[in-house]
Nanobody, 118 residues
């Protein structure tokens, strides 16, 4: 019943742009905060951006001014527009849904790899 399908990962040069998308099951999309996290080799998974059901957005300090998260309620999707990417942005990016009730009700996509080359 719960499914998060990601797309858009790939290779991009530093300074360039990349767009990630995530389509969620309608039953969780409509009641959840949706967001993006990332994890680089040897590091913990970290928060990137999130968008609340009402549209309010939040960003990690490391991506403010460069990344933009948005949600399309008609298509049950969220998008992460990544601009001015840096080599430090290289990581596996995960789509996340959060009902605000603990990890039991937090779901993750399979992850999509983003590699920024210099």
């Amino acid at each position: 019943q719960v499914q998060l399908v990601e797309s858009g990962g790939g290779w991009v040069q530093a300074g360039g742009s990349l767009t990630l998308s995530c389509e969620a099951s309608p039953d969780i999309f409509k009641i959840s905060t949706m967001g993006w996290y990332r994890q680089a080799p040897g590091k913990r998974r970290e928060f990137v951006a999130k968008v609340l059901r009402g549209g309010m957005t939040f960003y990690a300090d490391s991506v403010k001014g460069r990344f933009t998260i948005s949600r399309n309620n008609d298509k049950n999707t969220i998008t992460l527009q990544m601009n001015s990417v840096k080599t430090e942005d290289t990581a596996t990016y995960y789509c996340n849904s959060d009902r605000g009730a603990g990890e039991t009700f937090m779901y993750w996509g399979q992850g999509t790899q983003v590699t920024v080359s210099s």
